[in-house]
């Protein structure tokens, strides 16, 4: 065996040790006396039995990076190995970098090992606060999008990505496997590491179930050319796997290469525990092997025999440095995994270079006086966008984009396909801007590593199936705010969500369509993380996808109508009521100063309802001063100690009074409205009409109805509840419901809108 | 080519008819007369491209069916298809056994046509008002878990399933293709359609730009056997699909059989529309090929022409009745596709035989004398239960049964897994009730598919990661909605989450763990399908499970926590809370009547700070009238006219007072109970603690203190809002919160629990 695999095999028992001390110890970390129960974290806690495997990889891609000079950026899966890869970026010197505490002495790796899931130290799972990390990996299933957004536009960069065989279960990871169809020749290389080990917490996985013949049928059938690498029962896996590696990194033509690699769960531990259960190579090593040492003298005797059978006294000195020969192992500093700048992606982003919306904007010479499709405007100023940032912008839709209507940006791009299509197709290349998948999951997964790694983009999706990534939000959300917890993390560009299929637009698809929880989910986030905005016509919809673009850090919703539909704010009126959150529009209002009662809206169609519903008014109720308010920026309804959008308190009241009757039309849930208000003075005064998750395929019309969200209805309310109106309001609310209800009756008759039937257009 | 295969091809005239006549037309539905632009509907909707190719599998399953007497239900990922499955359902007769309107005559066909996407009438999509559907297929994914679902269980029942090739690019359906590991001898077969024709809405598809070479690698690593079937470029599609079909029922050893069938998107379409844009075999063929016939004479000539190539004169009679062969082709009425008995499963469900709790109850002589972890005591009852329902009750989870306490399960079964398994196992068997596999997807498809064909589960989660369904939970909580509205459907078994891994003690895990907004996309739900249960204690879990495994219809969410801890109430007070929703516990309170102050609690940690702050005041502020109240169903909080489950007004006051400060402890984000309270009297008046969305990897303690939910937190808000208590609490207020802090450091210095460093329990 040459002296490089040695030192490769010394350099493993050294992160192997490490890692196996930071589960256990908080004191005598390098055993230079006997181990006493007093030496053990009172609370052990992590999870050994992918660290040795992951350690194999880290060993092995430092080698690569070593020989090859490869910009090589690691994502891994298995995010709860968390101390394989401490002990990695310790002994590389990248923990120092970002803190003189974790030096490369014995200061610094007793630090290292008390620090791991030590309150106020490292959590237990790879997170922000670890360097080179892009991905927690506690919520398993999505390395491998990540990675591949991460290869994105970066030619020269290699992202190793080690999926565990747990992960490898989940449906993102299994739709990941296509990526490559998706990546062209601009891109970087993605390299799969799928890690078998045979076991989930407590089970067998369906990979290691899966016969050598089956997993490379099932990787070539995805595209790839695999190789399988089984170092269980070799003494030298250094080897096999580093000679894949550099097969891999040969870059042949055909598939591009990845590798299985087979090894044993928890390798280094112990057959068995004192008890007899047992250990290494079964599930029963997936977190803490030996839990019990503290209270019980066999398995502490068992915890020592163990970590001395890795001699850390031949791997460091009396001082704790690590031996000389442990220190070359890792590649020329700048190329270290944990320091590779991609991996704090904030560092190497650049502002986009906006164009000005003003040359995109409707010209609105009265409001309602012109008809437009907000996305169809938006897609010219994205088109020019793309132009000017072809490099670092994106946009991953599950094949929405036209039926969302912003085609025209595909007047600057192409959707990137990198496969044999046999038949017809439009707006296809290897290489665009666009990536059109029926998964949201790889939308969102590609997004992330993108922007990650310091680009831009926007997610356009239907808005009820933005909700298949929930869960992914939930944990982007976690990364973002841990991220800005950390002094050495830059801002990353925003995650930008436009949802422009709107549920009360989806009466053709249905009720499987109709769905504006995505608002809710965003409610329970951080004030620091999460914005809505609700633009009601297409100057608005510019403003705040031009400030969406230009954020940072920020997770930001845009919900807005997509059909051709009345606008109603100049450009200037636009940017100033964006920059206010929310405004009264006078042009709608009859009260002059003091109101009677507040008609409020949010989103599109609301919008065009509660105009229409003070022109109902108007009509009917003449001495009914009507107030209405539009909201954009649907967390301006906040407290301002809630949420830095929150309106003044002036401004609040400016709007909705003390404690006027608020008839509010909402495009979601009502709840989310209640939600945003809470703390607010006297909210029981706002009557929220939204989303009441009635619906089926039916008209437009009948699906307001059957949601109570008509002009009329808004209008009954209205009169019903304004100030002084308790008597002469039930009448007309009678008479309102009744006109309602022979348009509902005419359109089911006739199948029409009762726009088309009518033609209303706001008068003014 | 025989008779019999002419009259398939007839068949499939007939039925390709029908669904472009629905698509299209409201009248002149037989084209009797020149076609007229007021014969066509104002607004078509509906998706054409992949009807063909759905009735090109109807009639070949008819086939099947027919010749071999096959008990089989057809699941249809492609719900956007409806058209077609609404075609064959009239021709088998079936839409006339639910609705004499639909009869096999020219007013049941003229009906049929109309009603198809007409306000009031059948959805575009397929629905719960279809008979024979237990899917919807409106959002893409979850058809292949589904009939995997269906198939466990009923060793007689074939389940075909056709999956699109857009939705095969979802995750949940890439990780749906392994499910044959999961299921064995004891369950029904699953007989996979692949419906290759290119092309999603608007690019070609990942599948279809695979090679047959790749697809067959694919699918056979995945353990499948399969067959392409490429129908495109021949006459008679019906004989090879018939044929592979046959192979596939003849049911050989070796890998269980799949079809990947090739045809051509929106097969009978022209070549190109009137304005040259390409039609048959392109995306443009997916929704309405014609949109603007009504407008655009052009577009109606080839319309007509289009539908007249069906020769519709020779399929129906004058009288609209359908030629006689076309009758032969549906297999015996009791075995057609739309009338398999379990495609309304709620009329096979039988109730569960659900043991006595008492058996498994902890005796508590007096509150919080006792430990015990409530899933560990749930899991003995669980297991009996098993034994008793051997063949009717599942259990799925994401290899967490353990990890939640609930591995006592395993005494009475197995984990189900149909593999090849090399190394160690514990609880493995090719039959067994419980299915674990890391991919949330699968096991909530599997069981929605147990429950709609009239089984019974439990779903135990990680709380934090259940987030990964949302979208799953929202189109299901839909589907019983629907449901439910529809006469001839029978209420299924609830749907039954168990979160016991819940965020509070996932302090080990860390942050990513730590997230309760399961119960806040609850919330979202129609009154009439949510329940969320927060059962602070054995006996209560107990209760609240027996009552949830005994209802119907519902989405029924337990939170409760796993580790060993105080238990507070005997079995007869558990079912009396239970039963009551929230109530006093007087005994952890020390007002006696009038309060000064209440103290609410939901959820197993905020139980347990709560009655730790009652304690803290009795001896601090022993003149503070403090009122403990439990809230164990979180919907009791509702108004009762928004939920079934609200209390009566004066139950909630007999709890809450009508303007008593209320300090509220609650599991979740405090967004939720503002919610739920919404519409009670000054709901200002409720200060609520909860999951701030802070946290990481710590101690309990730690987690508490960051989010402002430790028992000192609770008493300095109790003191401070108390009434009469403003100058007095502030001191008291001061000195508590550094109690806490000192108790901080010391949990920070020792890595320890408070609970570990002062032993406390609740002494009364």
Redo the contacts between chains.
């Keep these: 065996m040459p002296a490089r695999a040695e030192t490769l095999r010394r350099y493993r028992r050294a992160c192997d040790y490490l890692a196996a001390a930071m589960i256990h110890l ?1 004191d005598n970390v390098l055993l230079t006396e006997p181990l006493r129960p007093e030496h053990l ?3 052990p ?1 992590g999870h050994w039995g992918t660290c040795p495997g992951l350690t194999l990889v880290y060993a092995g891609l430092n080698r690569l990076v070593a020989e090859t000079g490869q910009r090589t950026l690691l994502v891994t899966g298995p ?2 190995g968390a101390p394989a890869i401490h002990a990695n970026l310790w002994l590389e010197g990248t923990h120092a970098v970002h803190d003189p505490r974790l030096g490369l002495d014995g200061h610094g790796l007793a630090e290292l090992v008390r620090r791991f ?9 790879l ?1 922000p606060e670890v360097p080179g990390v892009i991905h ?1 990996g ?4 999505y390395a491998l999008a990540t990675a591949f957004g991460a290869a994105l536009d970066d030619p020269g960069l290699l992202v190793a990505c080690v999926v565990g065989d ?2 490898a ?10 990526s490559p ?1 998706f990546t062209g020749p601009g891109d970087g290389r993605v390299l799969p590491i799928l890690h078998l080990n ?9 990979y ?4 050598d013949d ?10 790839w050319h695999p190789e399988i690498v089984d170092v269980r029962g070799t003494d030298d896996p250094d080897t096999p796997l580093a000679e894949a590696l550099a097969r891999a990194h040969e870059q042949p033509s055909g598939p591009p290469p990845m590798i299985v690699l087979r090894s044993t769960k928890g390798l280094g531990l112990p057959a068995t525990s004192p008890d007899g259960t ?1 250990l290494a ?3 029963h090593a997936h977190q803490v092997p030996l839990p019990s040492a503290a209270g019980d003298p066999d398995e502490l005797a068992a915890l020592e025999r163990w970590l001395r059978s890795y001699r850390p006294e031949e791997l460091f000195g009396a001082d704790g440095v690590p031996a000389p020969d442990l220190l070359e192992v890792p590649p020329a500093p700048e190329l270290r995994l944990g320091r590779v700048p991609q991996a704090n992606g904030g560092q190497l982003r650049r502002d986009l270079p906006l164009p000005d919306v003003e040359k995109y904007a409707v010209a609105v010479d009265r409001p309602g006086g012109v008809d437009a499709s907000a996305p169809e405007v938006l897609a010219g100023w994205l088109a020019e966008l793309i132009g000017r940032a072809p490099e670092t912008f994106r946009v991953v839709c599950p ?5 969302n209507k912003l085609g025209g940006l595909l007047e600057a791009t192409s ?1 990137q ?1 990198d ?8 707006h ?1 290349a290897t290489r665009g801007r666009v990536q ?4 949201e ?2 939308c969102q997964g590609w997004l992330q590593g993108y922007l990650l790694t310091g680009r831009h983009g926007l997610f356009p999706c239907y808005e ?2 933005v ?2 990534v ?2 992914m939000v ?2 982007y ?2 990364f973002l ?2 991220s800005a917890e950390v002094s050495w993390r830059a801002p990353v560009a925003s995650l930008n969500y436009l949802l422009s299929s709107d549920g009360w637009r989806q009466e ?6 109709q ?1 504006p ?1 995505f608002i ?2 965003m ?4 004030a620091t993380t999460a914005r809505v905005y609700l633009p009601p016509d297409a100057n608005t919809l510019l403003e705040v996808m031009h400030r969406c673009l230009a954020s940072t850090d920020l997770i930001n919703v845009v919900v807005t109508g997509k059909q051709s539909s009345p606008q109603w704010l100049s450009p200037e009126e636009a940017r100033a009521h964006c920059r206010a959150g929310a405004s009264v529009w006078e042009w709608a209002s009859t009260a002059d100063g003091d109101a009677d009662v507040v008609l409020a809206c949010a989103g599109t169609t609301p919008t065009l309802e509660t105009i229409a519903a003070a022109e109902l008014l108007r009509e009917l109720a003449p001495d009914l001063r009507v107030r209405v308010v539009n909201v954009v920026d649907l967390l301006s309804l906040c407290p301002p100690d809630r949420h830095p959008h929150g309106l003044a308190d002036e401004a609040f009241t400016a709007c909705f009074g003390d404690d006027l009757p608020v008839v509010f039309a909402f495009h979601g ?1 009502p ?1 989310a409205v ?2 945003v208000l ?1 703390g607010r003075p006297a ?2 005064r706002f009557h929220v009409h939204g989303y009441r ?1 009635e619906g ?4 437009p019309f ?1 699906l307001l109805a059957s949601n109570r969200m008509t002009r009329h209805d808004l209008a009954a309310d209205a009169v019903t509840r304004a100030r002084g109106w308790a008597s002469a309001g039930g009448d007309l609310a009678r008479e309102l419901v009744k006109r309602r209800d022979a348009l509902l009756v005419q ?2 008759r ?4 009762p726009e ?1 039937i009518t033609g209303w257009r706001w008068r003014g």
């Design positions: 908080k974290k009172p609370r806690l995010g709860h899931s030590w309150p106020g130290g490292f959590p237990s799972h997170s927690e506690g919520e398993l299933g747990g992960e279960e989940t449906g993102p990871t299994a739709a990941a496997w296509h169809k045979g076991y989930k917490i407590a089970s067998p996985t369906i290691e179930a899966m016969s089956e997993l490379t049928a099932y990787f070539t059938g995805c595209g047992p190579g079964t599930f094949d929405e984009l036209e039926s959707r396909f496969a044999e299509v046999p038949g017809y197709s439009e296809l059109e998948v029926l998964s999951h790889l009820a199936f909700s298949i929930d869960s939930n944990q959300a976690k705010k841990m053709h698809n249905g009720y499987s369509h769905g929880g809710n989910q409610l329970t986030k951080k849930y709840s209640h939600e809470h909210t029981a998750e089926t395929t039916t008209t009948d359109s089911y006739d199948g029409q809108d088309e």
